[in-house]
């Protein structure tokens, strides 16, 4: 069987074939838009850009199985997988794996506005799929540690939202199971991970790692993202960051089903960890 993985040099993409390569998987084939940098995968690489359609049938040609991971492009997403999936009805791709969005159906999230309709799209594409929810990433939180410990707080506007989030390698482990499983066609889950925590259980976590008295400040959408500009972010980023944060305070980022720690074998990555993890490498800077 052969597996084709696009975004295979992203963080997610690297980390499936890295969990593929290991389990000793048939043939996998990295889709990427620059070849040049996928070359340390140790896989084949083939060009594949959402955007020039005439690479994709090139791409897919040969391939059983295709994880289709979501673009990055935010506006752009549902007419790049659009292109993607119509080459792999061309090309008899068999099954279809994709990474949408936690609850993509019902989510007061903008990211769902695209996953959901490709949801769509591949269902009535007549290829067999699996759609892999999944919830929010533990890095887009701790990520922001450093800053928290410089500035004495941890910011943001989720208020008391449960984040029930889980480390990008939790996600990357549970692809691969399902591309290597079976049972999964047909089947849609909602991945999340087992310990939900607010953003104050964050600070408190940092402060009992750090020593230090790390509070969450929670502002306003406005505020946060007023204060993210101010940090240097582009201002249509800053605002979906604020408008996620304000989803999470509205459960958009909650789900205790178990489904991700289910397909791992394994409780999902503590919070704790994981801001472990970021410590470390801070230590080392």
């Known amino acids: 069987m052969s597996i084709g993985i696009t975004g295979a040099t992203g963080q997610l993409g690297s980390l499936v074939v890295k969990n ?26 083939r060009e594949a850009n959402y955007d020039k359609p005439e690479t994709l049938e090139k791409a897919l040609a040969g391939i059983d199985t295709l994880l289709l991971i979501s673009a990055s492009e935010v506006g752009k997403r549902l007419v790049q997988h659009n292109n993607i999936i119509n080459a792999a009805k061309k090309e008899g791709i068999k099954w279809i794996v994709y990474t949408s969005l936690l609850h993509a159906d019902k989510s007061p999230l903008n990211l769902a506005k695209e996953h959901f309709p490709t949801e769509t799209a591949i269902k009535e594409s007549g290829i067999a799929y699996t759609i892999l929810r999944n919830g929010w990433y533990t890095e887009n939180y701790t990520n922001s540690i450093p800053g928290a410990i410089a500035g004495g707080a941890f910011i943001g506007c989720a208020g008391n939202g449960k984040i029930s989030s889980a480390a990008r390698e939790d996600f990357a482990e549970a692809a691969a199971a399902v ?17 939900a925590y607010t953003l104050s259980d964050l600070a408190v976590e940092i402060s009992k790692q750090t ?16 204060a993210l500009k101010n940090f240097g972010l582009p201002e249509a980023f800053a605002n979906s960051i604020a408008g996620w944060d304000t989803g999470a305070s509205q459960g958009a980022l909650f789900d205790n089903s178990r489904q991700l720690s289910a397909l791992i074998g394994r409780q999902t990555t503590p919070l704790s ?12 800077t």
């Open 211 to 226: 020593g230090k008295e790390i509070t969450y400040k929670n502002l306003s959408e406005a505020e946060y993202a007023n």
């Open 179 to 195: 591309l290597t499983g079976k049972g999964h066609q047909g089947k849609t889950y909602e991945l999340a991970g087992d310990q």
């Open 20 to 45: 593929l390569k290991a389990k000793r998987t048939d043939e996998i084939v990295a889709l990427v838009r620059s070849p040049e940098k996928a070359a340390d995968l140790g896989v084949i690489v």
């Open 273 to 284: 960890v994981s801001v472990s993890e970021v410590l470390k490498q801070l230590s080392k």
